[in-house]
């Protein structure tokens, strides 16, 4: 696996034009544009110890920049990202503008990623797996699953009322939610039954252990918000200082993003290094 990642890592270095050459580094890293990715279930995969790891399915869909906003005109730096075309005669007539200035077809999602200056890419470019790196790590953003109106129990893990004698039909009840008269009212913020789920969720530092170039499936360690088919918002991790996003056995991290030309030169799948010292062997 090093041989393979380090053969790797010098065609990349030689496929990457110059002005994408510019690496990842302790002192300064630039903040790249994430992608949108759909959710398609979960996997697993072991490491040469034989111990198990949870993996969440990520595959990429016709993701491409719509829009670059600037300083001068918006008043900050971000990318405008677009995945999963879609057909013309379900947009609205200003979105199709919109795709069409860009000169790309149509997109069922549209999110803005904050870029630094240096990460701008023109509009257009299309966004593939090999954007992150096997071994980095990520922030995965989502809506959670949906659970309808819900009591307080399941909504926040009340204990409920006695279920000895003596309780009748209030088992799973709330409970008292006030005081007496003064101040005769529930405060904001009471936890009680109410509607659960469908909120924005991220899920930090998630590794990413495999990526597969010819299906644009991205491979990460753990659970992510939403049902399957969920359209989740992937980062580089926000909370990950210098070389700890990509620590030094990693792929360099192309910025502002990967070379389409470097992508035909890379194996189809490229995973992350797993292992290390026996977790079976106790410690003296």
Wanted: with cysteine; charged share 25%.
């Amino acid at each position: 696996m090093a041989s393979l990642l380090s053969s790797v890592r010098v065609g990349l270095r030689a496929g990457l034009t110059t002005e994408s050459r510019s690496f990842v580094t302790a002192a300064t890293r630039p903040l790249r544009t994430g992608v949108i990715a759909r959710k398609k279930g979960m996997t697993a995969m072991w490491d040469e110890w034989g111990v198990r790891i949870p993996l969440t399915v990520l595959q990429i869909e016709q993701c491409q920049v719509v829009e670059v906003r600037n300083e001068e005109t918006h008043g900050y730096t971000a990318l405008q990202i677009g995945c999963s075309d879609r057909s013309a005669k379900n947009v609205s007539h200003p979105q199709l503008g919109q795709f069409a200035r860009a000169g790309v077809n149509p997109k069922r999602k549209l999110f803005e990623f904050r870029v630094s200056p240096e990460a701008v890419l023109p509009v257009g470019t299309e966004l593939v797996a090999s954007h992150f790196a096997p071994g980095q790590y990520v922030d995965c953003s989502a809506p959670t699953i949906g659970k309808g109106f819900q009591g307080a129990m399941k909504r926040h893990g009340f204990g409920g009322q006695p279920a000895s004698h003596g309780t009748s039909v209030t088992h799973r009840s709330l409970g008292s939610v006030g005081q007496r008269k003064d101040p005769g009212k529930v405060f904001k913020g009471k936890k009680m039954a109410g509607r659960m789920g469908g909120d924005q969720a991220t899920v930090q530092n998630l590794k990413v252990m495999k990526i597969d170039n010819e299906l644009n499936l991205i491979y990460v360690k753990g659970s992510i918000p939403g049902v399957d088919d969920q359209y989740v918002k992937v980062q580089d991790a926000v909370k990950k200082r210098g070389d700890k996003i990509a620590p030094a056995d990693v792929l360099p991290l192309p910025t502002p993003t990967i070379d389409p030309s470097a992508v035909k030169a890379m194996p189809r799948e490229l995973v992350a290094k797993t292992g290390g010292s026996d977790p079976y062997v106790m410690k003296e």
